[in-house]
């Protein structure tokens, strides 16, 4: 299995409300969006294995309170559901940006509880979304 995570950020404030976070940067993304703020990690390839993040993982624990699963799209990954696992047995709370183009995904996560919080970056309104993203998937969301 290829590296899913791009980078990761191991300290944050900001990214999940009233919760002391790191952030999973997942490679890649299915839409090329002219704004977008990570074309490095959107076009980039993974650069850290599932275990080495299980492993800064459980060297942060007691010191963190949550994880924020980013990118690129975490969505477009299979790891998720494994990483996602391993982030609640640790008791961390897992927050999702998204794109929403996987909408089964997100709701497996919700259905089995491995998601706490959803942040859904809406692109445009259809009659915009291919000049946004670059793709048509806005029949997905």
Not at 8 to 23: A, M
Not at 85 to 111: F, Q
Request: proline residues 4%; glycine residues 8%; aromatic residues 10%.
């Amino acid at each position: 299995m290829a590296n899913p995570i791009y980078n990761i950020t191991p300290f944050s404030l900001l990214d999940y409300p009233d919760k002391i976070s790191c952030i999973l940067w997942f490679a890649g993304c299915n839409m090329r969006c002219g704004y977008c703020y990570n074309p490095e990690i959107v076009t980039g390839q993974g650069r850290i294995a599932i275990e080495e993040v299980k492993q800064f993982l459980s060297s942060r624990t007691g010191l963190l309170d949550a994880v924020v699963f980013s990118g690129g799209e975490c969505t477009s990954h299979k790891s998720i559901f494994e990483l996602a696992g391993m982030a609640k047995d640790m008791g961390l709370s897992v927050k999702i940006d998204t794109n929403g183009s996987h909408p089964a995904v997100i709701k497996w996560l919700i259905d089995e509880k491995l998601v706490d919080y959803i942040a859904l970056d809406f692109k445009a309104l259809p009659s915009q979304f291919l000049k946004i993203t670059g793709k048509k998937l806005v029949s997905a969301l």
